[in-house]
């Protein structure tokens, strides 16, 4: 018994046209927004990087160390820390008001001197 119909077979979704349309209306948008920006729209990029991205991956790196991670878990991190920078550091504010702002193991430490 098969259910194989030639009268139905399915295309792939590549092959219709209503998809190569929408392909074709992406690829002119992309090509539009790339060749509309300004000098002024990149230095606003480089800014945000340098007031978010930077930070974040700078402070995932030191949380990080104190907490004794290995050094390609930390190179992780701290990438997807600069990925999502203002994220990160929204998250690390959180942190920092509930008194979380030590790693464990600097918290541990400290308790242990006192």
């Known amino acids: ?3 194989h119909n030639e ?6 979704s590549t ?5 190569l349309l929408k392909l074709e209306q992406f690829t002119t948008a992309v090509k539009e927004t790339a060749s509309n920006s300004s000098p002024t729209s990149v230095a606003l990029t480089i800014v ?8 974040a991956a700078y402070l ?11 050094f390609i878990v930390k190179i992780i991190y701290a990438f997807f820390a600069f ?3 203002l994220f990160y550091l929204l ?11 030590l790693p464990p193991r600097v918290r541990y430490a400290v308790k242990q001197r006192q």
């Open 1 to 3: 018994m098969s259910y």
């Open 7 to 12: 009268e139905s077979e399915i295309t792939t």
């Open 15 to 19: 092959n219709s046209p209503h998809m």
């Open 48 to 55: 945000g990087i340098l007031l978010f991205s930077i930070p």
């Open 60 to 70: 995932s790196w030191r949380w990080n160390t104190g907490l004794g991670l290995h």
């Open 83 to 85: 990925m999502f920078g």
């Open 91 to 101: 998250f690390f504010v959180l942190i920092a008001r509930s008194g979380e702002t």
